[in-house]
């Protein structure tokens, strides 16, 4: 019996979903398959795109090899356009011939939406969709400084990012009045708004481009409706997508009023021959613009070819989980109020940066919607209670406000039911997840192979591995504790293996222990890893791309953009001149200053390019870095101790001093905090600290793993009565243990607190050497101190780490304009509001 043709005409990510799901059907036995794809390149994750600025080339982001097809039995026809569908004879017409089809699965997505002004057909005018938009946009950027993305919503931002990775100063132009109007409320698009121009990126909303004409000082000048007008040059648009439809038009299916090629529930056109799917396809009078719901029709097709009557498409989430330009971005459900009755709770701390909304039922019991910007932690609790119907606690506000003692906990994997959403992307649900793990999954990546949970967007990955590692440790399995998906490693593991191995790079160690490129969670623990065991400079060439935005530039981003700059004051004692020094320093570049907690002077509102200048003059006086940006020794905090205090019995400032100058810049899973009490009266509150040392009349008390913060915790008495030598031998193999064995990002008192045996079995370790570590543990600091660099100085005296400084790629320019306003003979930033009055 001949085969029947199936064609598929566009190889996008549904698209090729479709042929995943197709491929292994018994339907795909019956059929020869060919897929049409209009670009060269096979299909890739476009929801990754912007990766392709950061080094990932087509081979990372593809998602299938020709050999893959090859072995499926898919005949794979790339750089083929399908120009024509002939209905009657039943073949799909290419420049390249006839074929005839069975069936046709239309996936050919979407373009971009180009509003039609004046002048948007010039030169340097782009869009960004494919991966030669992307080399478009790179070419186009080649000595130039400014880039403007028009459009605020998801893929504008993204893009906006796009090109700050190229080193253009980026602009985003909005229509609407604030950014992300479909997903966020005005508060929450006030508060991105704030936090994205933070990070360097000006935005303008409530602009509406009349025509684009060329510029002046750069290639092309954009005039708005309301006479203002902004120069850049190159302009992306990115404001929203259209369905290609083209196609389907040209043969005679049903088109949508304002586009779109009309499905029905089994996603099937006006000719029962051929199915739409993903961005192309018009459903309900919908059309739906993210991936996961592309997937859900992919599925619902492939059922449909084989049989399924009762496979159909019944609409899908809309809910997203975003990172952009590294601002958390979340929206889950009826997010603007819309439903009858509903009701809202908003939480919204400026200070801290984040903003949460509730939109819960009429009688308190259901949650409808939520929105989250600055912190996603709640997202994955949020959309289980939403998706599947769970009754909100008594007091829902809990659900947003920051953690504290009473609140609501996390709403964990067992109180799902067996069909909650874990991935959306891949309708996978909790029970999908248990059948997988009975079939004989053991882990979480045999889990994903099985199911394909998190191969999509990866939003779900937290709340797969609770389910997974929930459901595992019911059925006695041993759950990994890898840190992440490319290392196989707990961070322990990975600290041993690069200190035995004197592994000093991220690529040597994932070369040879790791796959893949690394993400957000693994390349700052490797670089925390690197920097206790080898000590390196922060700004070598391989730690470089591991650091965030502090650590990378030596001082901490405030929140216009600015820094502030903390140099080290060992037990908070300062000279006369250095006190004059810092007030000229601070004098000079208009910096505010303010004593901190740990008996420093932070000093704030330099931009980056003064940074290098202002270290340069610190280090002159004497002064050095403070570390305040690291995860790392911060300060020593100490009273006046026995020298001038008539209670004191012991020198706490010269011990201090001793012990900031011994461990500064010692790198740590979490930032380490200490302080010296001269006397049992604790005015350095040396029992909040992560190691206290409190004077007695035979020597010290020693303290450990004590925090202050949100959720303090009382340090407990480690050793009495040490004289020095046996402080500082105590402290070094506590720190070193520390740095040795505890998770990513885990404090002192949390590290401790999850050592099974806890206190008594750290003594032990410590001060009875149970493990025959001690000396190893000591010589290892004693490494650390040997090779310690001011980071700022060896910055200010290499040209090549001082450009990484520059505002401008091009230009010796510095910041643009920061808006500020006096308060008490001081200059801070100026809120919103005085901004836009300035």
Not at 207 to 231: Q, W
Request: proline share 4%; net charge negative.
């Amino acid at each position: 019996m001949a085969k029947k043709n199936l064609i598929v005409i566009g190889n996008g990510m549904v698209g090729h979903h479709f042929l995943e799901q197709f491929a292994d059907t018994p339907a795909a036995a019956d059929y020869t398959i060919h897929v049409f794809g209009e670009e060269p390149l096979i299909a890739y994750d476009r929801v990754h795109l912007s990766e392709y600025f950061g080094g990932s080339t087509h081979a990372d982001l593809a998602m299938g090899t020709a050999d893959q097809y090859t072995e499926k039995q898919i005949q794979l026809h790339l750089d083929e356009q399908v120009t024509d569908i002939d209905r009657d004879q039943r073949e799909v017409i290419t420049p390249k011939g006839r074929y005839r089809y069975d069936a046709v699965v239309l996936a050919t997505g979407s373009y971009p939406f180009v509003p039609p002004i004046q002048g948007n057909d010039q030169p340097h005018c782009l869009v960004y969709r494919t991966l030669a938009d992307l080399d478009a946009i790179r070419a186009s950027s080649e000595g130039v400084k400014r880039g403007v993305v028009v459009g605020g919503g998801l893929l504008g931002l993204e893009a906006a990012n796009a090109l700050k990775c190229l080193g253009l100063e980026a602009h985003v132009v909005e229509f609407a009045p604030r950014l992300m109007p479909v997903q966020l409320d005005s508060d929450g698009g006030t508060l991105l708004r704030r936090k994205i121009e933070e990070l360097g990126v000006q935005v303008h909303t409530e602009k509406a481009t009349t025509e684009i004409v060329a510029g002046d000082e750069h290639r092309l000048r954009m005039n708005f409706s309301d006479e203002s007008h902004l120069e850049t040059d190159l302009i992306v648009f990115s404001a929203g997508i259209r369905p290609q439809d083209t196609l389907a038009r040209s043969c005679g299916l049903e088109i949508g009023e304002r586009g779109g090629i009309v499905i029905d529930d089994y996603c099937t056109t006006s000719d029962p021959q051929i199915f739409a799917i993903g961005e192309c396809a018009l459903w309900s009078n919908r059309i739906f613009g993210l991936v996961a719901p592309g997937y859900t029709m992919a599925r619902t097709a492939a059922a449909r070819l084989n049989q399924d009557t009762e496979a159909s498409f019944v609409g899908a989430d809309m809910s997203t989980k975003l990172k952009l330009l590294g601002v958390d971005v979340g929206s889950i459900g009826d997010a603007h109020a819309s439903t009858p009755g509903a009701r809202n709770i908003r939480f919204n701390d400026e200070q801290a940066g984040t903003y949460g909304r509730l939109v819960i039922s009429e009688d308190g019991k259901k949650l409808l919607g939520a929105i989250l910007v600055g912190d996603n932690g709640p997202y994955d609790t949020l959309l289980q209670y939403a998706l599947n119907g769970i009754d909100l606690p008594a007091n829902p506000e809990v659900l947003i406000l920051p953690a504290s003692e009473g609140g609501a906990p996390t709403l964990g994997p067992d109180a799902l039911p067996e069909t909650a959403s874990i991935c959306s992307c891949h309708n996978v649900t909790k029970g999908d997840i248990c059948c997988a793990i009975d079939a004989g999954c053991t882990d979480l990546g045999a889990v994903k192979s099985q199911t394909k949970a998190s191969t999509g967007c990866g939003g779900c990955s937290a709340l797969l591995k609770n389910v997974v590692d929930a459901e595992l440790e019911k059925r006695g399995v041993e759950v990994s504790k890898d840190i992440c998906e490319h290392f196989a490693y707990s961070r322990q593991e990975l600290f041993h293996l690069v200190k035995v191995n004197g592994i000093r790079t991220f690529h040597s160690l994932i070369e040879q222990y790791g796959k893949g490129h690394g993400c957000d969670i693994c390349k700052p623990t490797v670089g925390s890893i690197l920097a206790t065991c080898w000590n390196e400079h922060i700004m070598a060439t391989d730690h470089v791309p591991l650091q965030d935005t502090n650590d990378t530039f030596m001082a901490n981003m405030q929140k216009n953009g600015t820094y502030s700059i903390v140099p080290r004051v060992p037990g908070g004692e300062i000279t006369p001149d250095k006190l004059i020094v810092l007030g000229e320093v601070a004098k000079e570049y208009n910096l505010y200053t303010k004593i901190t907690g740990g008996q420093r002077i932070d000093l704030f509102g330099a931009t980056l390019s003064e940074l290098p200048e202002i270290w340069e003059k610190l280090i002159a006086a004497g002064f050095e870095t403070g570390h305040a940006y690291g995860k790392s020794l911060r300060t020593v905090k100490s009273c006046v101790g026995s020298t001038w205090c008539r209670y004191g019995v012991q020198d706490s400032v010269g011990m201090a001093i001793r012990l900031e100058d011994r461990y500064k810049g010692l790198r740590s899973p979490h930032k380490i905090k200490f302080a010296v009490s001269g006397c049992t009266r604790e005015c350095a509150e040396a029992q909040s600290k992560d190691i206290g040392v409190i004077a007695t009349d035979k020597g010290w008390n020693l303290y450990v793993c004590g925090n202050g913060g949100m959720r303090p915790r009382h340090a407990d008495l480690f050793a009495t009565d040490l004289n020095d030598e046996q402080l500082i031998s105590a402290i070094d193999r506590v720190l070193m243990f520390y740095v040795r064995t505890a998770d990513r990002l885990q404090r002192t008192s949390v590290w401790m607190e999850n050592m099974e045996g806890g206190l008594d079995y750290l003594k032990d370790v410590v001060l009875n050497d149970s493990l025959g570590i001690g000396e190893e543990l000591e010589q290892h600091m004693a490494s650390i101190i040997g090779t310690y660099q001011c980071e700022w100085k060896s910055t200010v005296e290499d040209p090549e780490k001082r450009k990484r400084f520059r505002e401008f790629v091009n230009d010796e320019r510095k910041d643009p304009v920061q808006h500020w306003v006096e308060e008490r003979g001081q200059r801070r930033p100026a809120p919103k509001a005085e901004t836009e009055t300035a």
